[in-house]
């Protein structure tokens, strides 16, 4: 639509001719507009804006509502000109609204499609966007790619299924694996078992530990074949062997001085004691999506530096679920390894610490020093 035809189009409404529009706005076409609108294309919503009138609604072109006929469509590059043409605004896509920041569409998406996936190039598509832009952003907000959050959602849905009583076959496939073999490949590290040993409560799994005597008081480390999957502080070895079995009731845990332990325990203790600034161990440990989430953010803390708990639930892109972070650091079960002791309050205060706070005031402490 040229500018003498807006022109005329408002006159017959009324009102008078909009400002002049950015440039990318007048480049847009009826005819571009109205093909964006039969694909429902996003990368067009906010730029134009279509309404119907039958209905005297109008919408953004993704709107999800059934395609109207051609001859009723009327075409504005803002909202206010098309309110002030009489139409309002869609109760399904809110064209009045705030557009929903890139990543949070991108999740709200793979959320809606766990079950048949969805690839990047899917999302980029489907946002208007580029593969690789839509990487960067997505990651940048929640710390994971697309792939390993979906890969988070569906293990966090079969393990839902798994605890309600469903078989693994039918849990498998509802999950979205397609085959067991998918399944295996890609759970595993996020359920800590095979899927079969998780549902019978950890029945065939076999952890190693061994327990020793540190500067912060008797400390118990916990492997599996996968990785670390327990990491505990306490004041006696008998109550931190009493905790690791109440976590894996059917599990086979064995006391050893396992070669296969001492690097990791050399890693953890020389944390404890300030002689080494990073722990780089394979972990093995059950977590929701969002527990990963939280956890992958506590590990990009630097040494000797803290975060607020609002701070992290900012950089898992939730910065009103500051309880849910605290919960998912007190549910922490490898210390030190994700250091859930450098998060502290908002005011200062050191806040909670599941193995006490005089440890997270010494572990600050010596990495501040």
């Not at 605004?89 to 048949?116: F, G, M, N």
């Not at 208007?128 to 569906?154: C, D, I, M, N």
């Not at 690097?263 to 929701?288: C, E, K, M």
Request: with cysteine; proline share 5%.
């Amino acid at each position: 639509m040229d500018e003498s035809s807006s022109r005329d189009f408002h006159r017959n409404f009324r009102i008078a001719p909009p400002p002049a529009l950015p440039y990318l706005a007048r480049m847009i076409s009826d005819d571009l507009a109205w093909d964006a609108v039969q694909r429902r294309d996003r990368a067009f919503d906010g730029r134009v804006f279509f309404a119907v009138t039958s209905t005297r609604v109008y919408c953004r072109p993704s709107c999800p509502a059934r395609r109207p006929l051609r001859m009723n469509v009327r075409f504005f590059a803002a909202t206010r000109d098309a309110e002030a043409a009489g139409f309002r605004a869609c109760r399904r896509c809110e064209p009045d609204q705030k557009r929903t920041p890139l990543a949070e569409r991108v999740r709200a998406i793979v959320d809606e499609r766990v079950e048949e996936g969805v690839t990047l190039a899917d999302l980029a598509t489907l946002t208007g966007t580029s593969p690789h832009h839509l990487q960067r952003v997505f990651k940048k907000q929640f710390g994971v790619s697309p792939k390993e959050y979906l890969a988070a959602r569906r293990a966090e849905h079969f393990k839902r299924q798994l605890r309600s009583g469903q078989n693994v076959s039918d849990a498998t496939y509802e999950a979205g694996y397609g085959s067991s073999s998918r399944l295996y490949s890609q759970s595993n590290a996020r359920l800590g078992m095979t899927p079969a040993t998780y549902r019978r409560g950890g029945l065939g799994m076999e952890i190693r530990y061994t327990t020793l005597a540190t500067s912060l008081g008797t400390l118990l480390v916990g492997v599996t074949d996968r990785g670390v999957c327990a990491v505990s502080l306490g004041d006696s070895a008998k109550s931190l062997e009493r905790g690791l079995r109440d976590e894996y009731p059917n599990a086979t845990i064995e006391h050893t001085d396992d070669p296969a332990l001492t690097h990791a325990v050399a890693a953890i203790v020389g944390q404890l004691d300030n002689h080494a600034h990073a722990i780089d161990l394979p972990i093995d440990v059950q977590a929701t999506a969002f527990q990963l989430r939280v956890w992958d953010a506590l590990r990009k803390i630097p040494y000797g530096e803290t975060r607020t708990y609002s701070e992290i639930a900012a950089a898992v892109g939730q910065p009103s679920a500051v309880r849910a972070v605290a919960n998912a650091c007190a549910h922490n079960r490898v210390a030190v390894v994700i250091p859930c002791h450098r998060v502290i309050r908002n005011d200062g205060e050191l806040g909670g610490y599941r193995w006490g706070l005089a440890r997270k005031k010494k572990l600050l402490e010596r990495e501040r020093a």
